[in-house]
């Protein structure tokens, strides 16, 4: 999966640096020299992660439109290059990084590489991977419903089913994901349902290996898309 990233800088010789870097990290890679054709482009475009200058004309200005911008600034892993000063303006800008110019090849690699797996983190938590497999849903020990699976992420799943669901905290889900290694089994909570039945179902505990093991399902059926 390949992620997007945009450097706002006019300072080619840092850029070309970034560039690399970035190519190895699978990030293709936007430049601009003009903040407010940054912005225009973030407003059209869906961009992962943002690098901005603080030394080009126009950066702080650029800066406070993306923070203004609250749904877009937290979205995009937000990293600002500059003097010695930049760390030091850091909260203030709402970045989440900051490195010094000259850039150091090794920091920028460890700052680059956490932005991208912070990237990655967030898609993967709100990931849904839609697939049909028989889901068993008991309520209370006393009555078990089959369904089918709808779709499933690290939060919950959708289930379809033609039988009635109680509206219970004390659920328990089994099904078998394909290729995993063992059932997923879960204590759950009805979320919401609807008349044509559908039903939501959230999480309320995994033991820590069952939690691992779908993070890593999940993660193999984003990327294979």
């Known amino acids: 999966m390949t992620l997007s990233s945009m450097v706002v800088s006019r300072d080619w010789q840092e850029v070309s640096v970034l560039e690399c870097i970035l190519g190895g990290l699978h ?5 601009e020299d003009e903040p407010q054709r940054a912005l225009s482009r973030l407003h059209k475009s869906k961009i ?39 760390r ?9 990084y900051a490195f010094e110019k000259p850039i150091s090849v090794e920091q920028a690699v460890r700052t680059l590489s956490a932005a991208r797996n912070l990237i990655l983190d967030g898609r993967l938590r709100y990931h849904r991977a839609g697939l049909e497999v028989p889901v068993s849903l008991c309520f209370n020990r006393r009555s078990r419903v089959k369904g089918n699976l709808v779709n499933v992420s690290q939060g919950g799943l959708q289930v379809y089913t033609d039988a009635p669901v109680e509206a219970t905290k004390n659920l328990q889900v089994a099904l078998e994901l394909p290729g995993a290694k063992s059932a997923l089994k879960a204590k759950a909570e009805v979320a919401w349902q609807d008349k044509r039945g559908n039903v939501g179902i959230r999480f309320v505990k995994l033991a820590p290996r069952v939690q691992r093991a779908l993070q890593l399902w999940l993660a193999q059926q984003y990327f294979a898309n």
Do not use: H, K, W
């Open 48 to 86: 992962d992660a943002l690098i901005v200058d603080c030394d080009l004309n126009g950066s702080r200005q650029f800066l406070r439109e993306i923070q203004r911008d609250e749904g877009r600034a937290s979205t995009v892993p937000l990293v600002i290059m500059g003097g010695p000063e930049s």
């Open 27 to 31: 990030m293709e890679v936007a430049v």
């Open 88 to 96: 030091q303006n850091l909260e203030s800008t709402g970045a989440l």
